[in-house]
């Protein structure tokens, strides 16, 4: 059972990223997915979360507008995009996948928003 997160990186205010997480021994297709990220010193927060069948979002209302969740149950993929990215999203961002039988975490990627 095993998440693999990627796409993160530095990038200058404004500017955009896309995050991808790739699941594998598990459910995909069954699984809420969700983005979650931990700033510097922070507690780590939920970003956006995605049904199972991709027909339901949600979004935290610091990125409501800039980012959006996706994925593809062919690809055992979630996706974030990240548009206009702010300073204050900077942190190691981690995908989450929950069914009844599962509740995994990826191990994280850094993305830095400076200029």
């Known amino acids: 059972v095993q998440l693999v997160e990627s796409g993160g990186g530095l990038v200058q205010p404004g500017g955009s990223l896309r995050l991808s997480c790739a699941g594998s021994g598990f459910a995909f297709s069954s699984a809420t997915m969700t983005w979650n990220r931990q700033a510097p010193g922070k507690e780590r927060e939920l970003v956006a979360r995605?049904?199972?069948?991709?027909?339901?979002?949600y979004y935290a209302d610091s990125v409501k507008g800039r980012f959006t969740i996706s994925r593809s149950n062919a690809r055992n993929t979630l996706y974030l995009q990240m548009d206009n990215l702010e300073p204050e999203d900077t942190g190691v961002y981690y995908c989450n996948a929950l069914t009844y039988l599962t509740n995994v975490w990826g191990k994280g990627t850094l993305v830095t928003v400076s200029s």
């Open positions: 995605i049904s199972a069948p991709g027909d339901s979002t």
